[in-house]
């Protein structure tokens, strides 16, 4: 477990609050990267002494375990698996690389199948390099889903297409907004594909509410974490600890809600100051900001 000093964890997180008895967790879910310094047996261990019910696993730490060693922790742990994080990249055009991502993108549904993991996460891709063409791009994730969904259908695996803030089209998915992810999910079987309502990603968008409205049993995974300021040099990092930054949670919770879905509710911080403190101590300020912001 790594160590820093009292300064250091306020400016990660703010002031340590320990829970206290009486929030309701049982929806709550620790998405692995928030405590990133942690291996799979660590968070599965940090989710039990915090009575964190659910974990959000990533492919990378799975596999320096092995996939079935992963699914024994959990499984003995007594831990549910919200999602699998993350395949998608689907948007390179030569045929040689699209193969490569489509047979990735297998590996990582039958990974998700085994840890009974309810969806696989789908960060679709962006723009190939040296292109500008992003309708083109679009296209070929529209035509990647057409081959992935049946799969996924067979393995009882859910498709979980995530719409990402439009500061990560070109790099990472071309998919900005819930109404586009939306459009691609319609065309298959809801349990073949849905959608991440995710609130670092749509906080900003005017018809977002519209749009929860409109994705009903759409909404495959549900995440939470906060929209801080100022940018940091790397925009991927720009996650926060829900109440540090701009996001008014609880309408995002009530209208997710709304639709139907009962499903577990997703922290996922990529944030260096909170990669750097004490992980114990990240996931009590977590289930503190999580019972007096979102529920």
């Known amino acids: 477990m790594s160590t820093v000093d009292a300064s250091t964890v306020d400016s990660a997180v703010g002031t340590v609050e320990r829970p206290t008895a009486g929030p309701d967790l049982s929806r709550l879910s620790l998405n692995q990267k928030t405590t990133n310094s942690w291996g799979v047996a660590q968070a599965v261990d940090g989710c039990v002494r915090a009575g964190v019910p ?4 990533w492919r990378e730490p799975v596999q320096e375990i092995g996939l ?12 549910r698996v919200s999602s699998l994080c993350r395949g998608g990249f689907l948007t390179a055009p030569e045929p040689a690389a699209r193969r490569r991502a489509l047979d990735d993108n297998r590996l ?10 309810p969806c696989l996460v789908l960060v679709v891709g962006g ?3 040296g292109s500008r063409d992003l309708p083109a791009a679009r296209a070929l994730v529209a035509d990647a889903l057409a081959e992935l969904a049946p799969y996924a259908g067979e393995r009882g695996v859910r498709l979980a297409l995530e ?4 500061m990560y089209c070109a790099d990472r998915a071309v998919l900005s907004t819930l109404a ?15 959608v991440v309502v995710d609130t670092f990603h749509l906080w900003w968008d005017p018809a977002v509410f519209e749009q929860i409205r409109r994705a009903g049993d759409r909404i495959a995974s549900f995440q939470v974490c906060d929209f801080n300021l100022p940018i940091p040099a790397d925009a991927l990092l720009a996650r926060g600890m829900m109440g540090d930054g701009v996001i008014d949670f609880r309408p995002f919770r009530e209208a ?5 879905y009962t499903g577990d509710i997703e922290v996922e911080i990529f944030n260096a100051d909170v990669w750097a403190a004490d992980p114990d101590e990240v996931i009590a300020t977590m289930i503190r900001r999580y019972a007096d912001l979102v529920l």
Do not use: F, N, W
């Open 256 to 260: 997710v809600d709304a639709t139907g």
């Open 127 to 129: 723009l190939p390099e």
């Open 180 to 194: 586009q992810a939306l459009d691609l999910a319609e065309a298959y079987p809801v349990e073949q594909v849905g």
């Open 163 to 166: 719409p990402l803030h439009p």
């Open 108 to 117: 990582a549904i039958d990974e998700a199948a085994t840890l009974g993991a």
């Open 68 to 79: 079935a060693q992963a699914h024994k922790l959990v499984r003995d742990a007594g831990l």
């Open 54 to 57: 659910a974990i959000g696993l």
